[in-house]
């Protein structure tokens, strides 16, 4: 095994090495999308979930959000659960209509490094536990070869971020995933991890507080983290740009999906688009209202993967 291949547990070991020590991988640069026809708020699985939400308004952001995203991705793959029910046939699946969540395809898997398989999730709650099931279906169709889950509880990329253009993988635990599940991905995906914990329910995913924006800067909410996980960040991105708490919770500013400079991002957040772009990013904001009633933003609703030979 190399040096690199393993659980990267201290700042100080991640001081001793740069960014360029990482081995190189391609960019991921198809976006997943799960359509949100069976999309609503039923039950409360994290601190942001209540209200009702509009199911028209909320088709209706979504449709912008693809819009959005098919200006800036090369590749979006809509993964429609009522086709992929369909292509379950009998299998003792839950219906899609049960899984009100399920629009939410961060939490249900992460590509490999070359981007030409994924690793699914091993969701912590109940609720979402079937989710999974019909995104392998999806995933083998698009031809992606689909590994097991970790044994331990692993929420897909929600918690687990890969570093732009890096075999290095930021790996959230702490309040949903279980760090025994990075272990077991440094072994299998052949990349370093660095766990980062997380100190608060209110920032559930990493996704929520920690955007990579390119390979020596990023996007975070530094009071979601202990300050070792702050100091791991802090040890291999030279630029942190902060957004601050009120809208990283409230508007979920640091939930967005980076594509080539551009940050697309919910709305309400002008400190964290201010900074954004004084850095030189482009910022396009699309409204997500509805998706925040379940504790979603723009990251939660995208899943980055490679594009299958
Ligand atoms: N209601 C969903 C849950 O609690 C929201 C998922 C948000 N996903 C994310 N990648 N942060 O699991």
Not at 29 to 50: C, E, K, Q, W
Not at 55 to 65: H, I, K, S
Not at 181 to 194: F, M, S, T
Request: proline share 8%; glycine share 8%.
């Amino acid at each position: 095994m190399q040096d690199w291949q393993r659980v990267l547990d201290t700042s100080e070991r991640l001081r001793s090495l740069s960014v360029a020590d990482f081995p190189a991988r391609p960019s991921h640069s198809t976006v997943a999308l799960v359509h949100p026809r069976f999309f609503d708020r039923t039950y409360v699985i994290n601190p942001h979930m209540g209200g009702r939400v509009d199911r028209e308004q909320a088709r209706e952001q979504w449709d912008r959000l693809r819009t959005v995203l098919e200006r800036h991705a090369a590749d979006v793959r809509v993964l429609d659960p009522a086709a992929v029910e369909e292509s379950l046939g009998d299998r003792d699946v839950p219906p899609p209509e049960t899984q009100p969540d399920m629009v939410f395809v961060a939490n249900h898997a992460i590509p490999t490094p070359d981007g030409q398989g994924v690793v699914l999730a091993q969701m912590s709650t109940p609720e979402r536990a079937s989710e999974p099931v019909y995104f392998r279906e999806w995933a083998e169709q698009q031809g992606y070869s689909v590994g097991p889950a970790p044994t331990a509880a692993f929420e897909g990329a929600g918690d687990a971020v890969w570093h732009p253009s890096r075999r290095l993988l930021w790996g959230g635990h702490g309040v949903r995933s279980d760090p025994a599940a990075y272990d077991e991905l440094a072994e299998r995906l052949g990349a370093a991890v660095v766990p980062l914990e997380l100190t608060d329910d209110r920032y559930f995913h990493l996704d929520l507080c920690l955007l990579p924006l390119s390979e020596t800067a990023a996007l975070v909410q530094p009071g979601a983290f202990t300050p070792a996980a702050r100091n791991k960040l802090e040890a291999v991105f030279e630029t942190l740009i902060e957004a601050p708490a009120d809208e990283a919770l409230d508007s979920f500013a640091v939930n967005g999906a980076v594509m080539d400079g551009t940050v697309i991002a919910g709305t309400g957040a002008p400190v964290t688009t201010g900074r954004l772009e004084a850095a030189g990013y482009d910022v396009v904001n699309v409204e997500t209202d509805e998706f925040l009633k379940a504790g979603g933003s723009v990251g939660c609703l995208t899943l980055r993967l490679g594009t299958p030979d």
